[in-house]
């Protein structure tokens, strides 16, 4: 009896010519569906696989990345939303904000931009002259004044100046209040713990975390900030072979917390990680402290006074949750983080 092979689909049969044609075709049905169905469940997957590449390649935006989406018909809504996703690169200090107005981005838009990088330069009387000067309405300047801290000369002869200069009644009087606002010294200890997350293997340099305070914020007496409430850290450095060969390194910094609802940007030392040396001789200083493989201090902060773990001043070790795994550092949440500011700090 003949028998004959053939090739369809990507799938081999066999029919022998007295095979009935019913039974033929109820298995080829059969096969196509086989197929078709592993199609299907592929699908979802490669998609899901698509989109995870498709996000972690989007660059972070910048100023000049915002002035060209203004300028292109895009509509506000959507560059906000992209500012919002990945302006981890933007800068909303004085001359930047002036600087992207002149280059026809609106204050709704650059109202997004100060919500998502805050401005770590404090405002002053000229800093408000500049933005009047340059057209901003009082509503865009007034918002800035409540929630960027600044330090405002208000004497008699100063004001007057200032109205001449054609800054309003309004933003005087904000002005005023604030040039007696409260400051956070220059090297206090502000101990947050993380909410999100930190992993040398997905995340990079600029990225935000959320992170709450573990200790209130005092100015004598007097608690500005309360525990729990909200602060944000940043990574400012995610590299291979840092300081010592053969190591991954992540470095954090607090970037902001709240005071009433306000954010209050503030600068500080920062706090590294790094992974486990390949190297004997740096295995063996690490070993000589006791550390898992974060050392504050000496060894990965270079003296910034910065420190991570059960309290301030200890060396990161067991106690610290820090994973590491080769060349692999993450920082899972609910780690302690104590930062030290290196400036005085405005308080609204």
Known sequence: MARLDLTRHGFVFSRYFSASPRNLTRRVNIENKR?????????????????????????????????????????????????????????????????????????????????????????????????????FSDNFVANLIMSQPGKFAVSGSRIVELKQAGVSE????????QSSARTLPSGTAISVRLIDSIDSEKDKAGDEFRASLEDPIKVGDEIVAP??????????????AGKFTGKAELTVQLLSFAVNGKTVP?????????????????????????????????????GKGAAIGAGA??????????????????IPSETLLTFTTQQDVPLP
């Open 35 to 135: 197929g078709s169905m592993k199609k299907l469940l592929m699908t979802p997957t490669l998609l899901l696989l698509a989109a995870s590449a498709a996000v972690q390649a989007q660059p972070a935006l910048s100023n000049s990345d915002v002035v060209k989406m203004a300028n292109s018909g895009l509509s506000d809504d959507f560059i906000i939303s992209l500012v919002n996703q990945q302006g981890s690169h933007l800068s909303s200090d004085v001359a930047s904000l002036i600087d992207m107005k002149k280059a026809g981005v609106n204050e709704r838009i650059l109202s997004e931009v100060v919500k998502k990088a805050p401005s770590q330069e404090p405002l002053n009387s000229d800093s408000v002259v500049r933005l009047v000067q340059a057209g």
């Open 170 to 177: 309004r933003l005087l009087s904000l002005m005023v209040g």
């Open 227 to 240: 525990k729990g409430a909200d602060a944000r850290v940043r990574l400012i450095e995610d590299k291979q």
């Open 266 to 302: 503030v600068e500080t030392a920062s706090v590294s990680e790094y992974s486990k040396s390949q190297g004997a001789s740096t295995a063996k200083k690490a070993a000589a402290v006791g550390a898992v493989g974060a050392i504050i201090g000496a060894l990965a902060g270079g």
């Open 313 to 330: 001043g200890a060396a990161a070790g067991a106690g610290s949750g820090v994973f590491m795994h080769g060349q692999r550092v993450k």
